[in-house]
């Protein structure tokens, strides 16, 4: 049985597509998947050039995510945010699973070196404008 906060570890292509997000020229993304069997986040998909406004349609309706995303605010083309996000969709049934993602955020933030974390609960928030404003006011 896992407990809240187990997984702290990624597997070795997480860790890999994570690391290669450093040498992108655009903005891209990792959603993550938590494995609760084997307390280790895993990659669920790559996305390659993709706006935010792309990224809303391949998230679960019903079901968290953590997401990475490498994302340039548009203030200098070759300064990139590393935002990692929790997707906790106002659908989820579980508040256990809710937890599980929420308290294996901070670890695995840490772990890739991201500048903000951010809980988006509704695709509305998953905009430019809402990063934009996130980031300012973090002064990140």
Same mark, same amino acid.
């Given at each position: 049985m896992?407990f809240?906060? /187990?997984v702290?570890?990624m597997d070795?292509?997480?860790?890999?597509?994570?690391?290669e997000?450093?040498?992108?020229?655009t903005?891209?993304?990792?959603?993550i998947k938590? /494995?609760m /069997?084997k307390?280790?986040a895993?990659?669920?998909?790559?996305l390659?050039?993709?706006?935010?406004?792309d990224l809303?349609g391949k998230?679960?309706?019903?079901q968290?995510?953590?997401?990475?995303?490498?994302?340039?605010?548009g203030?200098n083309?070759n300064?990139f945010?590393?935002c990692?996000l929790?997707?906790a969709p106002?659908?989820?049934?579980?508040?256990? /699973?809710?937890?599980e993602?929420?308290?294996?955020?901070?670890p695995?933030r840490?772990?890739?070196?991201?500048?903000?974390e951010?809980?988006?609960?509704?695709?509305d928030?998953l905009?430019?404008?809402f990063?934009?404003?996130n980031?300012?006011?973090?002064g990140v």
């Amino acid at each position: 049985m896992a407990f809240w906060g /187990d997984v702290t570890e990624m597997d070795e292509s997480l860790k890999a597509k994570a690391d290669e997000l450093y040498s992108k020229t655009t903005n891209c993304g990792i959603i993550i998947k938590l /494995d609760m /069997d084997k307390k280790v986040a895993v990659l669920e998909q790559a996305l390659e050039n993709i706006s935010l406004e792309d990224l809303k349609g391949k998230l679960p309706a019903e079901q968290p995510r953590l997401i990475l995303y490498y994302y340039n605010v548009g203030l200098n083309e070759n300064f990139f945010h590393v935002c990692f996000l929790l997707w906790a969709p106002p659908t989820v049934t579980s508040n256990r /699973d809710k937890m599980e993602y929420a308290s294996s955020m901070v670890p695995l933030r840490n772990a890739v070196n991201a500048t903000m974390e951010l809980i988006i609960d509704s695709v509305d928030n998953l905009s430019n404008e809402f990063l934009k404003n996130n980031i300012a006011e973090m002064g990140v």
